[in-house]
């Protein structure tokens, strides 16, 4: 089969398809043969050598969708040509509020989803929802999951409820802005674009304002009043701002930190607003579930960047490295 494979770190420029054998199913595994994939920032993070636990060489990839072509012997409800997307996390465990210390992702150090063939344990795939292509199905997975836990199981959002969303744009983002609408919150943008923060609005959001202005905090809070839930994957200078924009009793979750450590934040502010903070990774397999129920009931549609072929894959990433990308962005798998 043809695959992307990276065989040493900080050379995005060498990633090209190889051929390689097909996986074989274990007794409790499948075999899907993909008809897509998505990028997710952490794929980048592993190109560059900058993900903690890496393992090489290894196939890259987290998402996708497509048609199981074989079973293990000891599965009992998947069949060959059942359709379905891939829930990227592995050896989460049975406890919905915390994953064990083994949990990993497809894509390293387990070989992943850029590839026309994954093997997967048969408890990681679901039946793709219908009201989806499977370029929408490829991109729901890994970011869809992220969104939901952060703001649902995490943020225990409420109708009515202020959220703020900084750096719109990524694909966990767009998922919030569309999943917090959806359940009734007034949601609150950023952006150093202004284009992105017009389309947030397409997709729900109430309002947003640029954080390149020198005064983009007291902009929003005359805007909202205050927030009650702020979802965080930028750290960094911005989460001090974040605990000044919070209501009493508000809440943070933070997903990642692409901005750093956050620099001389003081406690006092948060504990006088008694306000939470809490971290958040990828889901569980019952949010997993949950998730995708929500985008079935709600007719969500993930929403699409730009479209590669597999083979493009260097010019994908470096679209989401220079942060171009307003969505996910989606790869074709060739099918022969």
């Not at 989806?132 to 890994?142: F, G, K, T, V």
Request: proline share 5%; glycine share 10%.
């Amino acid at each position: 089969m043809k695959a992307i494979i990276l065989r040493e770190a900080g050379l995005p420029s060498q990633l090209k398809l190889e051929e390689v054998e097909v996986p074989k199913a274990g007794s409790k595994e499948v075999v899907v043969r993909l008809k897509a994939t998505a990028l997710n920032r952490r794929d980048l993070m592993i190109v560059q050598g900058r993900y903690p636990g890496m393992k090489l060489p290894s196939i890259l990839g987290s998402d996708g969708a497509g048609e199981v072509v074989e079973v293990g012997s000891e599965i009992e409800n998947i069949f060959i040509g059942d359709q379905v997307i891939i829930n990227p996390g592995v050896n989460w465990g049975s406890d919905k509020n915390k994953k064990r210390a083994d949990f990993t992702i497809l894509g390293n150090p387990f070989d992943g989803t850029f590839a026309q063939y994954v093997k997967v344990p048969a408890e990681n795939v679901y039946s793709k929802p219908s009201h989806l292509s499977w370029e929408e199905a490829a991109a729901l997975p890994l970011s869809g999951l992220t969104a939901y836990r952060a703001l649902v199981t995490k943020g225990n959002v409420k109708e009515g409820e202020n959220v703020l969303i900084p750096g719109v744009g990524g694909g966990v983002a767009t998922y919030l802005v569309q999943f917090a609408s959806a359940l009734g919150a007034k949601v609150y943008v950023t952006s150093s674009k202004e284009e992105k923060i017009e389309k947030a609005k397409s997709l729900g959001a109430t309002g947003g304002v640029n954080y390149t202005s020198d005064h983009w905090s007291e902009e929003l809070e005359k805007l909202t009043g205050g927030i009650d839930l702020s979802i965080d994957s930028i750290g960094g200078e911005v989460f001090k701002t974040l605990v000044s924009l919070g209501k009493i009793g508000s809440r943070i979750v933070s997903f990642g930190a692409t901005r750093g450590p956050v620099p001389d934040l003081l406690l006092p502010s948060m504990t006088v607003k008694e306000m939470s903070v809490i971290g958040s990774t990828m889901g569980s397999p019952q949010d997993f579930v949950e998730m995708i129920n929500f985008v079935e009931k709600h007719k969500i549609h993930p929403i699409l960047d730009k479209i590669y072929s597999l083979e493009e894959i260097v010019d994908a990433l470096f679209r989401m490295e220079k942060g171009e990308n307003f969505g996910k962005i989606v790869l074709t798998i060739p099918q022969n």
